[in-house]
């Protein structure tokens, strides 16, 4: 047992062992077992040759080398900064005047989950508050308890976050006298996670306005998580949430290569608002002197040399296979089972089920233990609800799909349909 007593305040708030550690204790000891649990992406997918011929090209000219294995800006790398602004103005249909943009508002950082550290860290003091759907990311909700912040849920449907719920809880915080704490929404865009949701393009313009309304005294950011923006498998792009912020005072979109080329080079990106600026990247210097400058060379190379899109069709092509493997076997598997309903995400890697309100999902529930037993596992929905709003319904839980074969994901699907069986 760790004990916390002659450690910060931060240290307690962060004490507790992650959920991800719990579940990898509970799978030990099964090396057969199907997890549809882990969000990693899809190992033998890995971009081996993108990143090889990126290498080669850097190692090429000895000028480029060096410069990748010395230190960078704070800020990040010039031509990789460039690049994310370009491909985001194209995917919004928009060019970078107007969107009110330069590269100047493009900060690098170690993977989004950084930007999102840095920015609780910037814009709140311990007691303020976040608001974020219900449910949502669950690792952000940890940051943010890192930190000593309250998150605030609201109803989310399977479009995602509904605006009127924003409303009324900014309403209902002014009324209580504690609008001043409320410093952000937080909003994933895109086949978020856990629910697999894209917020349509009428309620992001609803929800710039309902920030720029309710920023009474201080600015209420919108924080966009895009991480998943690049793996679409059908349907049409939507513009991005920063694409409705016309004074771009308003909106934070924070995207990352890990999930669309490689989660190990850890280089993910911020396009903050001007008034952001400064105290991100100061902060960002405290914390790590600028996020490692050869990744960003890499990754600007893998652009420039056309390799990034061949890999992101590749993913698209592999991970549309493995969510229509998923969406058959639960029509096959769970559909005969009453009171099983699932989303059909678009794109993303991760499944949402409901079960019967009776049948706990949660590790001391019931049905863990039995898919353990039947050689599955899968992650707790209670895990992604923020702890202050709606109440957490326990009858939840995640799928993910991306790092198992077609083969892996019939089974374990099929797995858990007996298990909820035995529960229900």
């Not at 976040?130 to 990311?137: F, N, Q, S």
């Not at 002014?174 to 697999?196: Q, S």
């Not at 990744?295 to 652009?303: I, S």
């Not at 309100?357 to 707790?380: Q, S």
Request: with cysteine; charged share 20%; glycine share 10%.
């Amino acid at each position: 047992m760790v004990s916390y007593e002659h450690l910060s305040q931060r240290a307690r708030w962060a004490g507790g062992e992650p959920l991800a550690t719990r579940l990898m204790a509970k799978a030990l000891g099964q090396p057969d077992l199907i997890s549809l649990a882990v969000g990693f992406v899809d190992h033998e997918m890995l971009p081996l040759e993108p990143t090889r011929q990126a290498l080669a090209k850097i190692w090429s000219d000895p000028a480029l080398a060096r410069a990748a294995l010395q230190y960078g800006t704070t800020i990040g790398h010039p031509a990789l900064r460039e690049a994310v602004l370009e491909r985001m103005c194209r995917a919004d249909g928009r060019n970078a005047a107007e969107l009110k943009l330069s590269i100047e508002n493009v900060v690098l950082t170690a993977g989004s989950n950084q930007l999102l550290f840095l920015l609780g860290d910037v814009l709140c003091d311990p007691g303020d508050i976040v608001i974020c759907a219900a449910p949502t990311y669950y690792v952000f909700l940890g940051t943010l308890a890192n930190l000593g912040v309250h998150a605030a849920g609201v109803e989310a449907d399977q479009y995602g976050v509904v605006p009127e719920a924003v409303a009324d809880e900014l309403a209902r915080r002014k009324a209580a006298g504690e609008l001043g704490r409320v410093k952000a929404i937080y909003v994933t865009t895109y086949y978020d996670n856990p629910g697999g949701a894209t917020v349509p393009a009428e309620r992001r313009a609803a929800l710039v306005e309902i920030a720029k309304r309710w920023s009474q005294g201080h600015t209420i950011y919108l924080i966009e998580d895009a991480a998943y923006r690049e793996l679409r498998y059908t349907g049409e792009d939507v513009p991005s949430l920063r694409a409705f912020d016309a004074e771009g005072d308003t909106v934070v979109h924070a995207g990352s290569f890990s999930k669309s080329f490689s989660p190990g080079v850890r280089v993910g990106w911020g396009i903050l608002p001007p008034a952001l600026l400064e105290p991100v990247v100061a902060e960002k210097g405290n914390v790590d002197f600028g996020s490692p400058h050869f990744n960003q060379v890499l990754m600007a190379t893998v652009l420039q040399e056309g390799l990034f899109d061949q890999q992101l069709n590749r993913l698209r092509v592999g991970y549309r296979d493995k969510i229509e493997a998923c969406l058959r076997a639960a029509d096959e598997f769970l559909g005969p089972v009453g009171g099983v309903s699932w989303g059909r995400p678009r794109g993303g890697l991760y499944v949402w089920l409901r079960l019967p309100e009776h049948v706990d999902t949660g590790l001391a529930g019931p049905l863990f233990d039995r898919a353990l037993a039947e050689g599955v596992l899968y992650v707790p929905g209670e895990y992604c609800y923020p702890a202050e709003g709606p109440l957490r319904p326990r009858n939840m839980l995640r799928l993910s799909f991306g790092a198992v074969s077609c083969a892996a994901l019939r089974q374990g699907v099929q797995a858990l349909a007996r298990a909820i069986c035995q529960v229900i």
